[in-house]
């Protein structure tokens, strides 16, 4: 790569920013402003995370566990070596465009549909999976992306080379026949083998946050108004995401806090408003406290329902709130008890005891008979005396033996079953327990709410009002105003029912049925006894019970509520903390970026009487949004959005943008930019030939433009050896790639233009046709320097060191490109002399003494000659 004779315009480095962790910057802060501890302790909680942060409020210590993010970016600065492009948009057969890989420009060009803007997209949708030209469009815009004319094979290649490493990496993204633009098949490979992407290089991250692409659809969103966009692009390379999370960590973690007290608040009103309708003393005295101003005393309101209730006396009402209670087991359980009762008795009595007994005694003898044979061996039957005791016969005994054995275990089993299904009906009609409508202490059953199970888990008993009451029959229907005498009457028919049901048959059949028959007796009084019960306890209720049920809801709610305010103040305590903290931080950190764009501002702007001021960050959540403060002619305007041209905005969008991907922290050494001259009139167009030669200073720039004032700019303001590349577009998308102003080619045809005029004495035009062509030959040397160095793995900055250190002389710059040593410099001259021939050996002396000789009569043969050199260097 050339080093320009004359040096770029002189501009400030690229911004730098602070780079401490960010945990020590808040300790710091949190130390220097004296943050009380309580605030200080959710503050790292919730930068920790969300289990240190809970743990927190519940009174812990934060681990404050904030260690680097696992996806590192390589140390490496990353260049860009070539783009290869097959079928994809306007490029049909495949073509590469080559890319030196270090700081400079590569200025594309061509006309529009020429076929240029496919290889920005090309290397842009390599490494990301997408394009900016297509986000945030319907369907339209992602079609058409395959070439119509040579639709296979599509590919995109993309060779990245990287700082000290030989190997370059490799970005390959193809398509077969019929896949649609997601499904494209993605290959990674570097000097560690093969990648399923780009992350697992740790470059998916830096893709993010430095987006090393810049398009005209990206620009296109300042003007669009997209504020959060902005805001969120500039904000996400700060390095404050975690104070971001912490903060939503902290609104998530108030949010439950905010909404207890609101509802408890909320509810007081509501409920004393309740309690004032109320016609019970306890009601009043309770609504008069939740009505007065000021926190509520919560312990006299609970004195107040702690009040014992004068019942003990009223045995009816006592009684009645006992048969609400009362529960029993439902009829389809008990019917269903019954059924398994005559399944059981059908089962044993399949199973003859006598037969079972006498089975029980064969089987004894078989057994004593087997064992008398196992001691004895083959003999005559001891009992009978007329059969033998031999082989057959034990075979036969011993099938006989297990078929009794089987009978028994069955009979056995059946009996046990049976037995069992007869304690649990015993256990359930002993259990019914009827209160006492006399003394009403009685014990009762078990809870309503909460029956035991039959065969499983116990239903809710019936509360049919209407069954329960025909079940009874005659006047009882009714809840009579005379409540304790209803309840009575209802209580001898339950009471009436368990006697018969207790009656209990001995036999499990008549027991079955005895069930089928008088069980739902007992579930129907049951059920008429506790709605006679409920309606009972209506007419006496005033209402304090569910009242108190609620007040006491609300005062155990209201117990909590000091405790949930404290925390809630320290949530919003250390909320506010931080983000002004965030804020501060953010504004420092932005600083860098702002001056960088102000001093791209200044460059483009050109004759515009718009003054940019220091770009800042402002609001949060939906109302983020970057604030450009301008004055037009020295009079303050608020922000730039309203005043500027369009070629006003695209500059500020540029002004923006560049330093972004630029930013000292990204591994990307090269930005992209397609169509960056839009609505640019000649003065911008200088500006920005200006801040790109500037960023090429340190970074690889390259630009793909249809609008060729650009490359007339950089020539015309003589900003350094840009290369420039046309492509032109011929039928069924063959697509051409040809240098344009290649500076050995431009220095050379220079010196030709020169030799040949006449008009100038050849004394004149000699010395400065020799140091045009020493000026084509060292350009030539610097770029086979670059070449071979880069291939090897060498760092730029070194590449830059030994061109300049060689750049002393003309022998010692031949020699590092021969050679790759500039020491070299004394076998120059027999190396070109064997290698090229005594012309080019002429044409080396030449340039490096000046014209003499022969040369003065032919300044043109000396162009040719160092043409031959410069060739010959390439």
């Not at 050109?606 to 970057?626: C, H, I, W």
């Not at 839009?678 to 249809?706: I, N, W, Y």
């Not at 020539?715 to 240098?739: C, M, N």
């Not at 002389?809 to 031949?814: F, I, M, N, Y």
Request: aromatic share 4%; hydrophobic share 45%; net charge negative.
């Amino acid at each position: 790569m050339p080093i320009p004779r004359q040096p770029f315009p002189t501009t400030p480095a690229l911004p730098t920013r602070r780079t401490e962790p960010l945990v020590e910057l808040i300790f710091e802060r949190l130390t220097a402003e004296d943050v009380p501890d309580h605030t200080a302790e959710l503050v790292l909680a919730a930068l920790s995370g969300q289990d240190d942060l809970a743990a927190a409020l519940d009174g812990g210590k934060p681990r404050l566990d904030l260690g680097a993010p696992a996806d590192e970016a390589p140390a490496g600065r990353i260049w860009l070596s070539s783009i290869t492009v097959a079928g994809f948009r306007g490029v049909g057969p495949e073509r590469t465009l080559q890319i030196d890989p270090g700081p400079g420009i590569t200025l594309v060009v061509g006309r529009n549909g020429s076929g240029k803007s496919s290889f920005a997209e090309a290397v842009e949708l390599a490494m990301t999976g997408d394009s900016a030209r297509w986000a945030d469009r319907n369907s339209v815009w992602r079609t058409g992306w395959r070439n119509l004319h040579s639709p296979d094979p599509c590919w995109i290649v993309v060779q990245l080379r990287v700082d000290g490493v030989a190997r370059p990496v490799t970005v390959t993204r193809s398509w077969p026949l019929g896949a649609t633009l997601a499904d494209a098949e993605v290959t990674v490979s570097s000097e560690q083998g093969r990648h399923g992407g780009l992350a697992e290089l740790g470059l998916a991250r830096p893709l993010e946050l430095y987006r090393p692409f810049l398009t005209a659809a990206e620009l296109g969103r300042l003007t669009a108004g997209t504020q959060s966009q902005l805001f969120d692009a500039i904000s996400a390379i700060l390095g404050l995401e975690a104070i971001t999370d912490a903060d939503q960590r902290l609104v998530a973690a108030a949010r439950p806090f905010d909404a207890t007290i609101k509802e408890v608040r909320a509810r007081r009103g509501a409920l004393a408003d309740e309690l004032t309708g109320v016609a019970d003393d306890r009601a009043r005295r309770a609504a008069v406290l939740l009505k007065g101003r000021g926190a509520v005393d919560v312990a006299a309101l609970s004195a107040i329902l702690d009040e014992p209730e004068e019942v003990a006396a009223d045995r009816p009402l006592l009684l009645c709130r006992r048969l609400v209670e009362l529960a029993v087991p439902a009829g389809e359980e008990v019917s269903r008890l019954a059924e398994q009762i005559r399944e059981a008795s059908a089962e044993a009595q399949r199973h003859d005891d006598g037969r079972s007994r006498a089975a029980l005694r064969t089987a004894e003898l078989f057994r004593l008979a087997i064992e008398h044979h196992e001691d004895a061996g083959d003999s005559p039957c001891p009992v009978c005396a007329a059969g033998t005791l031999d082989g057959d016969w034990r075979n036969a005994a011993s099938a006989s033996l297990a078929q009794l054995r089987d009978r028994g275990l069955a009979a056995q089993s059946a009996a046990a079953r049976l037995t069992a299904l007869l304690r649990q009906a015993h256990h359930l009609i002993d259990d019914l327990t009827v209160p006492d409508g006399d003394a009403a202490e009685a014990p009762l059953s078990q809870p309503h709410t909460a029956a035991p199970p039959l065969d499983g888990p116990r239903a809710e008993v019936p509360r049919d009002e209407a069954h329960a009451a025909k079940a009874l029959a005659g006047p009882r229907a009714e809840v009579r105003s005379d409540g304790a005498h209803a309840v009575k009457a209802s209580l001898d028919d339950l009471r009436g029912a368990v006697v018969a049901l207790r009656r209990v048959p001995a036999e499990p059949a008549e027991l079955a049925a005895h069930l089928d028959a008088r069980y739902p007796a007992v579930v129907a009084a049951v059920g008429a006894a506790r709605a006679y019960a409920e309606g009972v306890l209506r007419q006496r209720d005033t209402g304090w019970r569910r009242a108190a049920a609620e007040l006491r809801g609300w005062v155990d709610a209201a117990a909590g509520l000091p405790e949930r305010e404290a925390t809630l103040a320290r949530v919003k305590a250390a909320r506010a903390w931080l983000k002004s903290t965030a804020a501060q931080l953010r504004n420092e950190r932005v600083a860098p970026f702002a001056e960088h764009s102000q001093r791209i501002w200044a460059q483009l702007r050109q004759e515009s009487n718009v003054e940019l001021g220091a770009m800042s960050l402002e609001g949060a959540n939906t109302r983020r949004r970057v604030v450009f403060p301008v004055s037009v002619d020295g009079a303050d305007n608020g922000t730039a959005l309203g005043v500027m041209s369009q070629g006003e905005m695209h500059a500020l969008g540029l002004a923006t943008f560049l330093p972004r991907g630029c930013a000292p922290e990204s591994p990307f050494r090269f930005i992209v930019v397609d169509d960056p001259v839009q609505s640019m009139d000649p003065a911008k167009v200088d500006g920005l030939a200006r801040v790109l030669a500037a960023l090429a200073e340190q970074r690889q720039v390259v630009v793909f433009t249809h609008d060729t004032r650009l490359p007339d700019a950089v020539r015309r303001l003589d900003l350094g050896q840009a290369r420039i590349v046309e492509v032109t577009r011929a039928e069924r998308s063959v697509v051409t790639l040809r240098p344009g102003s290649d500076p050995v080619i431009r220095h050379l045809d220079d010196a030709y233009a020169l030799s040949r005029n006449e008009e100038i004495p050849a004394e004149v035009r000699g010395p400065v046709v020799a140091e045009l062509c020493r000026s084509a030959v060292e350009a030539a040397c610097h770029r086979m320097v670059w070449r071979q160095r880069v291939a090897r793995g060498v760092r730029h900055d070194d590449i830059e060191v030994a061109i300049v250190d060689a750049s002393r002389r003309l022998t010692t710059t031949l020699a590092l490109a021969l050679f790759d040593d500039a020491d070299r410099g004394g076998d120059v001259l027999g190396c070109l002399g064997r290698r090229y021939g005594p012309r080019v050996v002429a044409a080396y002396k030449a340039c490096r003494e000046g014209v003499h000789g022969a040369y003065l009569a032919d300044l043109p043969g000396l162009v040719a000659d160092a043409c031959l050199l410069a060739e010959a260097l390439r």
